[in-house]
């Protein structure tokens, strides 16, 4: 079975662009999440896709959005992009749900200048 | 606040020897805890879990202990192999829900010295 696959795997923006990554999940995986890490915060939960719904979302501003296709693979999009997003997002799926064991993808590292 | 601490952000072990990597909670409503390592440019991968209902699960060359009344988890590795070096997030959950998905700690870099 293939894994979690991102793309892309690096992108450079600079302030007040936006930006949409895009993720695709283990087959059969209904449920994608998204993470934001950085060196200093760890890993960050954004939001959770189920059946192309958003069903949680963590404490992000609402410039951080997503969503999720009929095929569950999901994009994430900032707007107005600051340099505090210069960050690794990384992207799960599960079977049911965000509160399951999660299988990562390798991240797209985006840079802000 | 920082629900899940990893207060060592790096630690260094002989191989063969003993690593222990250390997390701590404050949240009681968590029931379930993971451990995920990762290397640099990938994401993490699942290690090992347990259940708030047990103190003790191994696999292998990994055991990790819970101890609910301090709000103490620990994961050990033995022997220690240098392709153990990596970082390593420890993660809980509430499984009566809420919005917080996993709640990740800052995570802790093992090196593994020959």
């Known amino acids: 079975k293939a894994g979690v696959t991102q793309t892309p795997r690096y992108l450079i923006k600079t302030r007040g662009q936006q930006v949409t990554l895009s993720c695709s999940p283990i087959s059969g995986h209904r449920s994608v999440s998204w993470y934001q890490q950085t060196p200093g915060q760890g890993l960050q939960f954004l939001f959770e896709y189920f059946s192309e719904t958003q069903r949680n979302k963590g404490n992000f501003p609402g410039r951080f959005s997503g969503r999720q296709f009929s095929n569950s693979r999901s994009e994430m999009n900032v707007s107005t992009l600051e340099l505090g997003d210069s960050a690794l997002y990384l992207c799960?799926?599960?079977?049911?749900?965000?509160?399951?064991?999660?299988?990562f993808g390798s991240g797209t590292q985006l840079s802000v200048l | 606040d920082q629900q899940v601490k990893q207060n060592s952000p790096s630690l260094s072990v002989q191989e063969g020897r003993i690593s222990i990597l250390n997390c701590d909670y404050t949240?009681?409503?968590?029931?379930?805890f993971l451990w995920y390592k990762k290397y640099p440019a990938e994401g993490p991968t699942f290690l090992i879990s347990i259940s708030s209902i047990k103190d003790k699960n191994e696999d292998g060359r990994f055991t990790v202990f819970l101890n609910k009344s301090a709000k103490h988890l620990s994961l050990h590795i033995v022997p220690s192999q240098p392709g153990d070096s990596a970082v390593y997030f420890c993660a809980a959950r509430n499984s009566g829900g809420g919005a917080d998905g996993l709640t990740f700690g800052k995570g802790t870099h093992l090196i593994i010295q020959p």
């Open positions: 949240n009681s409503m968590f029931d379930y």
């Open positions: 799960a799926s599960s079977l049911q749900g965000v509160n399951e064991k999660l299988f």
